[in-house]
């Protein structure tokens, strides 16, 4: 009987352990296999693809109304394996005289009595300061101040969005906000009758991106 229980002890040992062995070899060519499938991609910024959208806001209902500048120059875009990498140097400049709102007495009026009314605005200047996967931190030099936005991030295989909002009161640009409603007074009115510009104004910025993948 007691060469039975060692028969039996020696049995279930056994069986043990090669039940792990084989989990843990198991174990290793799975990691193996996910080290084999793990892509090596690089990112490229596509040409000519850079956006920038404006929304300033009119109303008391705070209506939108958009535009964009037609004209932008954008140096430090470098080719990565991470697309937040691609554009963590980038600088930028954008002459106000490009912009284009779609309607050419509404731009006239913008570059006369907004930009016109700014210090050292003839072009808007600036450059990245830092990316995480969620948000990007951007200086902006307009008006003689130089002042920085942060956006949220988003990206996908083929575009890296910002969205962020601007005030004006950081870069001293409510006179000129000002300048505008006035000549624009009819036109800024609501159903209140009331004439507004809003002190803020929203951006948004797109890149087009390649993804190369091994």
């Not at 535009?67 to 140097?89: C, K, L, P, R, Y």
């Not at 450059?127 to 988003?154: E, P, W, Y």
């Not at 001293?172 to 002190?199: I, R, Y």
Request: proline share 1%.
């Amino acid at each position: 009987m007691r060469a039975l229980q060692y028969v039996g002890g020696f049995m279930i040992a056994v069986g043990f352990i090669a039940c792990s062995g084989n989990h843990n070899t198991a174990n290793e060519e799975a990691e193996a296999g996910n080290e084999l499938t793990q892509e090596n991609c690089v990112y490229t910024y596509t040409e000519g693809s850079l956006n920038v959208k404006w929304t300033a806001f009119k109303t008391t209902e705070k209506v939108g109304v958009s535009g964009s500048f037609d004209t932008i120059s954008v140096n430090g875009i470098q080719t990565s394996n991470s697309a937040n990498e691609m554009f963590a140097n980038v600088d930028f400049s954008i002459p106000v005289s490009s912009i284009n709102s779609s309607n050419p007495d509404r731009d006239k009026k913008i570059l006369e009595h907004f930009f016109g009314t700014m210090v050292e605005t003839s072009t808007l200047n600036g450059k990245v300061l830092g990316m995480t996967d969620s948000d990007c931190s951007v200086l902006i030099n307009m008006n003689g101040v130089a002042d920085t936005c942060v956006f949220n991030l988003s990206k996908n295989d083929t575009a890296v969005s910002l969205v962020g909002v601007i005030e004006l009161a950081n870069w001293n640009a409510l006179q000129s906000a000002n300048a505008l409603n006035t000549v624009c007074f009819d036109l800024h009115k609501g159903a209140d009758g009331v004439s507004k510009l809003w002190p803020d104004v929203k951006l948004e910025i797109t890149a087009g991106i390649t993804k190369k993948c091994d």
